[in-house]
């Protein structure tokens, strides 16, 4: 069973940066694509970006495009989610997932593994 905890929320000031870090046990990422979505209060979860289980593909939702970054270290079984220029509109809460398989998937259904989330606050 794959293990999910996510960290590096917290409240920013509109234009300000945070960094998300996603740290799996209980399998390698290595063979895991991962996904990062975000629930407002009253919303659904949105997916914000994915990238493939080698690390070299991803794909941006297009409200964060050119402002969020998505990587992973294989190594040290973390993605992460370089968060840039952030706006009021980008506070959530901030949820990583994972599944098997090469692909980038946008839907919540598609993930078989979650984190519990971290919050991001921006202010304006």
């Known amino acids: 069973q794959v293990q999910l905890v996510e960290s590096g929320g917290g409240l920013a000031q509109a234009g300000g940066s945070l960094r998300l870090s996603c740290t799996a046990s209980?399998?390698?990422?290595?063979?895991?694509?991962m996904g990062w979505f975000r629930q407002a209060p009253g919303k659904d979860r949105e997916y914000v970006a994915g990238i493939n289980w080698s690390g070299d593909g991803t794909y941006y939702a297009e409200s964060v495009k050119g402002r969020f970054v998505i990587s992973k270290d294989n190594a040290r079984d973390t993605g992460y989610l370089q968060m840039d220029n952030l706006n009021p509109e980008d506070t959530a809460m901030y949820y990583c997932?994972?599944?098997?398989?090469?692909?980038?998937?946008?839907?919540?259904?598609?993930?078989?593994?979650w984190g519990r989330g971290t919050q991001v606050t921006v202010s304006s």
């Open positions: 209980g399998h390698s990422l290595s063979s895991l694509g």
């Open positions: 997932a994972a599944r098997p398989g090469t692909m980038i998937w946008l839907n919540v259904d598609k993930y078989d593994y």
